[in-house]
């Protein structure tokens, strides 16, 4: 697997905030992207990207991620359909939220401690991954990106303005930087 690093896309650009495309055909274009996804991702040491992230309009997203006993779980999932407890069964994890496509803040974001996806693998197979801890917010995280929503459209506007207005001096920051 040695995938092409490509740009991660930021927040703002229009790929983000609309849902994504189903992907209908199943073949070494859907595995190539995977493999770019992968790669784009370990480059911007990041836990989990969706499509969109690197500007794709398909519902892909991968992830290679700790759950809450520190085991290590990777794969790619399809066309995800995210399934969380029921109310009374649901706990919150009250944890820091961050995203390579708004990079450097983070802010605390109540999730659901575990998050069951659905979908399929590259080649086609089902797939279902359960996740608790990081895993499980990762799932969801990556499962809002490609229904067009960033970790920020949950925050309040108040701690949402924060995270922008981080955001944009650390760009400015880097913007003014030599060359």
Avoid: W
């Amino acid at each position: 697997m040695a995938g092409l690093v490509r740009p991660i896309t930021l927040v703002g650009t229009p790929v983000l905030h609309r849902p994504c495309r189903p992907v209908e055909e199943f073949g070494p274009a859907l595995r190539e992207l995977a493999d770019d996804m992968f790669a784009s991702m370990y480059e911007a040491d990041g836990v989990g990207l969706a499509a969109n992230q690197i500007g794709v309009d398909l519902c892909v997203f991968v992830y290679d991620c700790p759950d809450e006993d520190g085991e290590r779980h990777k794969g790619a999932v399809v066309n995800p359909v995210l399934e969380l407890p029921v109310l009374e069964n649901r706990r919150l994890d009250d944890d820091e939220e961050g995203c390579l496509s708004v990079p450097g803040p983070h802010a605390r974001l109540a999730r659901p401690d575990r998050a069951v996806v659905h979908g399929f693998d590259v080649t086609g197979g089902q797939v279902t991954v359960a996740g608790t801890g990081l895993l499980a917010r990762c799932l969801q995280h990556e499962t809002d990106h490609l229904e067009g929503r960033l970790y920020i459209d949950r925050l309040s506007a108040r701690s949402r303005k924060k995270v922008l207005k981080e955001f944009e001096a650390l760009r400015a920051e880097a913007d003014a930087l030599p060359g």
